[in-house]
Every structure is written in structure tokens, then in C-alpha cells.
Nanobody
């Protein structure tokens, strides 16, 4: 059974940092494109960042220069380093894998 388990969410003040982790099991992680999406209350789920099997990255314009996605195939884990957080980054953050589906989500709340 494929599982994606996110961790690292929480409450942080504006300007602060958080690092999200997503650990995968039940699939060959290295064969998956993986990424992070987020969904704020009343809004649609949106792409935050993705990283391909080859290591190419893509970021939403709203997070470019502040967020960094990194994958560690040896640990079957993808990370999202989030710096200079803003209140508008508040959302549930979901991990995604192209052959693994979605994680359960982790809440990130940024206070002003």
C-alpha cells in the first residue's frame, strides 16, 4: 500500500521559516515526480513546487525565491523549505507523487 506522510507543519510568525517533510512508502520513490500543493480555506488546491525524477524544479510565482523543494531518494522523502513566510501562505499543504497520489496534509499557519 502506497503511503505519503507529511510532517513539519505548525504555527509561525510572519517572516519565519518551516520545513515540511513527506516520507513515502510502498512505491519506488525515485521513479516518481513529486511535489507540494496547498489549499487555503475557500480556495482551490494549488501547486506550490514540484521536482521531477531528473531533479528539475518548478515553483509557483508566489513562492519563488522563498521556498525550496528538495528530494532525497535514499530516504524516499521530499522536503519543502519555506522561508520568509507570509500570512497568505497559510493553508493545508499536501504532498503528491505521480504514481503515489496524495498525502493527508499538514496545516501551516502564518500569523501577522
Amino acid at each position: 500500500q502506497v503511503r505519503l506522510v507529511e510532517s513539519g507543519g505548525g504555527l509561525v510568525q510572519a517572516g519565519g521559516s518551516l520545513r515540511l517533510s513527506c516520507a513515502a512508502s510502498g512505491s519506488v520513490f525515485s521513479l516518481n515526480n513529486v511535489g507540494w500543493y496547498r489549499q487555503a480555506p475557500g480556495k482551490q488546491r494549488e501547486l506550490v513546487a514540484t521536482i521531477t525524477v531528473q531533479g528539475s524544479t518548478n515553483y509557483a510565482d508566489s513562492v519563488k525565491g522563498r521556498f525550496t523543494i528538495v528530494r532525497d531518494n535514499a530516504k524516499s522523502t521530499v522536503y519543502l523549505q519555506m522561508n520568509s513566510l507570509k500570512p497568505e501562505d497559510t493553508a493545508v499543504y499536501y504532498c503528491w507523487g505521480s504514481y503515489m497520489g496524495w498525502g493527508q496534509g499538514t496545516q501551516v499557519t502564518v500569523s501577522s
